[in-house]
């Protein structure tokens, strides 16, 4: 066993030398893959949506060389912190509890609206069934409600349980949402009021990173000021979403 | 992949599946059935060493041995697999990388854990953040084997132990007769009769390794499981080329013949292995494998 990890180490050590002497810093980006218009996977299997390509283009405005990582979601910061990527780029709100274990760029997404969406009208979003995805903010919300929550470990199967009958209604992200609503022909539609959740999406980093905190704040800002993160937002989301000033 | 596959939206049929079983996404899929496989193949091996270590220290004559033996036998087979794969996995990630700072970094003066956060320098990464992503996929992959080589070892070495001392005593005592020294004894008798004790119990171990492969998803390696669901899940059409709906019952389904197929063609090569290794020997195995193994006395049959 001893030689099996001596080789491995030989070997990443050997191919990560040669790597290292061609580029500066090497940031690895962690994402889910499973979130359009967010981020997904495409047919090819490529990570791709809004948040690839904003975070291609932060790292060439801080001249950064940048690689993609899918992760789990449930393990998405654990494996933050412990090392395994420098960031989560996954449409993650901003909320005070996130902010206790990791720290937040300024958000590159506005405070977006979150929304029920249920087979029928007549659903009783107060003391029914809903899903969310579990951990995220939708969660927290469905669980202050008093509705029963169905939590679910990708978006996909909390959509799924409502078509199935498991749930009365998913509450999630009305971007993500509407794409569903609209491919499903009259199955699926949005039912109550549209509540709004959390501070925006900013990009999670370690605590400890505050120097690549400031270099992708800057490169945020400078696309804010430009008005390329609002061309993007409108190619994503549409002409109705809500853009920055 | 085909250039017929340009525009599917003009296919249908036959010629869309085709087009849609070989896009990227369904390639890695595939794919991901070779990295299970090979996962397997070197699992196994390595798990069966780690079981022959562990039986060998446990009947070890000198006590520390004997207590590191059985101390991991115990403690391995009593925590829950999916605990072990993800604590342990982290914390050896987190210890070759100490180990490697610790060498690398000496002049490091801020704290390795600040806060939540486990920080040690670049060079000390494992692998190093600046290398290409298949080199951090090929780390998973060892971390991966190597978790599953102990929990497994653990299991086997419990195996071989009882198998090593079902061995008749008459055949030991025969060796020893002949002035065989305790190794010697061992090594040409214990062990070579050991195999037909050992065969039932290792064999149920590999059917739960074929069916803990899904746990490797935990450890960050994209298998078959992860694909299955990200492949069957809906796709609506402005992410995709290839819009369904909830596929996922089929992708499964299909995981689910491929398991059923691979634990059958197990059995029938088990079976053979079995029928070799009895040969000849005094053992119910011998004559008829749906017997009992280990109550047979020793003698004639």
């Known amino acids: ?245 | 992949m085909f250039a017929s596959c340009a525009d599917p939206e003009t296919l249908s049929g036959l010629s869309w599946l085709i087009c849609y079983l070989t896009t990227g996404k369904h390639i890695a899929f595939y794919w991901a059935f070779g990295t299970v496989l090979l996962l397997l193949a070197v699992t196994a091996p390595v798990a069966l060493a780690f079981g022959f270590g562990g039986a060998m220290a446990a009947r070890s004559r000198v006590a520390p041995l004997s207590w590191l033996g059985k101390g991991y036998i115990a403690i391995v087979r009593g925590v829950p697999d999916i605990a072990f794969f993800l604590f342990f996995v982290i914390a050896l990630d987190q210890g070759i990388e100490w180990l490697r700072h610790k060498a690398k970094c000496p002049d490091w003066d801020q704290p390795i854990r600040q806060g939540n956060d486990f920080i040690v320098c670049a060079e000390a990464k494992m692998p190093l953040s600046s290398s290409a992503q298949w080199v951090h996929e090929v780390y998973g992959f060892w971390l991966a084997v190597f978790t599953f080589a102990l929990v497994f070892g653990a299991f086997a070495a419990n195996v071989l132990y009882g198998a090593m001392r079902a061995v008749p005593r008459a055949q030991t005592e025969t060796a020893e007769a002949y002035g065989m020294s305790r190794a010697q004894v061992f090594r040409r008798v214990i062990v070579p009769q050991m195999w037909v004790y050992a065969l039932p119990g290792l064999s149920n171990l590999w059917m739960v390794l074929i069916k803990a492969s899904p746990l490797l998803f935990l450890l960050g390696v994209e298998d078959i499981v992860y694909w299955a669901r990200e492949l069957g899940s809906t796709k609506t059409p402005q992410f995709t080329a290839y819009p369904h709906g909830d596929w996922r019952m089929w992708y499964f389904l299909f995981l689910l013949v491929f398991y059923l197929g691979f634990t059958r063609i197990s059995e029938i090569v088990l079976d053979r292995i079995m029928q070799r290794l009895t040969h000849g020997q005094a053992t119910l195995g011998s004559h008829k494998r749906t017997g009992p193994i280990g109550m047979n006395k020793a003698g004639p049959p």
């Open chain 1, 1 to 245: 066993m001893k030689t099996l990890i001596l080789t491995t180490a030989a070997l990443a050590l050997t191919a990560g030398a040669a790597l290292a002497e061609s580029h500066s810093q090497t940031v690895r980006l962690g994402t889910e893959g499973a979130y359009p218009p967010y981020n997904f996977l495409n047919d090819a299997g490529e990570v791709d949506g809004f948040e690839r390509e904003v975070g291609d283009e932060l790292c060439k405005r801080a001249e950064l060389t940048c690689e993609w990582v899918t992760n789990d979601w449930d393990s998405i910061i654990p494996n933050l912190v412990s090392g395994n990527y420098d960031t989560i780029i996954a449409g993650m709100s901003i909320t005070d509890e996130r902010d206790e274990v990791i720290d937040f760029t300024q958000n590159y997404f506005p405070p977006a609206a979150s929304a029920y969406v249920a087979p029928s009208e007549d659903v009783d979003l107060m003391s029914g069934v809903v899903s969310a995805q579990a951990t995220t903010i939708q969660a927290g919300h469905v669980a202050d409600s008093g509705a029963a929550l169905l939590e679910f470990a990708t978006p996909d199967e909390a959509v799924a349980a409502v078509r199935n009958g498991e749930a009365d209604a998913v509450f999630a992200d009305k971007d993500f949402l509407a794409p569903i609503v609209d491919a499903s022909g009259g199955e699926l539609m949005f039912v109550g009021e549209d509540v709004a959740l959390g501070d925006g999406i900013g990009v999670g980093l370690r605590e400890s990173d505050g120097e690549l905190r400031e270099t992708l704040d800057a490169a945020i800002q400078s696309m804010k000021d430009d008005g390329s993160l609002n061309e993007l937002l409108v190619k994503w989301f549409g002409e109705e979403t809500q853009t920055f000033e």
